[in-house]
């Protein structure tokens, strides 16, 4: 792993199922985020977490709960998918406190809910 | 209320010709962080460029330049003699670090289109 892994790549997922997406940092970053992109929106954060253990609300938070168990994971969950949901979806971290100020960002997931 | 602004949606261009995009943002901190990042079709995020706002410099990079105005509160992004390959979405990206936890606001994204 060199940087950040997002699974599944895509998924095509009903209305109403629970969905899991996974993301896995090797870099010991402390700051995790969540965003979807949506075209004419560009990418809206939906959750972050600042630290393991914490985390908060981003601009788009309903439908969907994060964990940060630990440093390098942080899931992001579709209770129970609806269509509005779809989008790609990006898995980020930073290293602002470590003097980076910078951000590194996974490939994406692709999730269409039908 | 949105923090960064890309008014152009699309731009479409001929080959070698300069495109200018444009970006204006909003906020009360002294401190901030600028960002542009690439999407080309392939979907990743690409980081050209961070800017903090002590810095406003203007910088070149091989055919990309950005223009860092604090007193229009913009920073363009400028590609000369423009190729196929820069076809792609272009995203500028406000970082708050002393009110908003590092997180990033992006702009709603240009999209460019280079024709041969």
């Known amino acids: 792993i060199a940087g950040i892994t997002q699974a599944p790549t895509s998924q095509i997922l009903a209305a109403g199922r629970r969905m899991t997406l996974r993301c896995t940092q090797d870099m010991r970053h402390n700051a995790m985020y969540w965003y979807r992109q949506d075209l004419g929106l560009g990418l809206r954060l939906i959750h972050y977490s600042n630290t393991a253990g914490t985390t908060g609300k981003g601009e788009v938070p309903d439908g969907y709960s994060v964990s940060r168990a630990n440093t390098d994971d942080f899931p992001l969950t579709l209770a129970s998918a609806v269509p509005s949901q779809t989008s790609v979806y990006f898995c980020?971290?930073?290293?602002?406190?470590?003097?980076?100020?910078?951000?590194?960002f996974g490939s994406g997931t692709r999730l269409t809910v039908v | 209320a949105q923090k960064v602004t890309q008014a152009q949606t699309e731009i479409s261009v001929v080959e070698k010709e300069d495109v200018t995009l444009d970006c204006v943002y909003e906020t009360r901190d002294t401190t901030y962080y600028l960002f542009w990042y690439k999407q080309p079709p392939s979907g990743e995020l690409v980081f050209l460029i961070r800017r903090n706002s002590f810095d406003e410099q203007n910088e070149i990079s091989g055919r990309y330049s950005w223009n860092f105005q604090k007193s229009t509160s913009s920073f363009n992004f400028t590609i000369t003699a423009s190729q196929v390959v820069d076809s792609a979405v272009y995203f500028c990206a406000l970082s708050e670090p002393g009110t908003n936890d590092y997180k990033l606001s992006f702009g709603a994204g240009t999209t460019v289109t280079v024709r041969a």
């Open positions: 980020a971290s930073s290293d602002w406190d470590t003097g980076g100020y910078g951000y590194t």
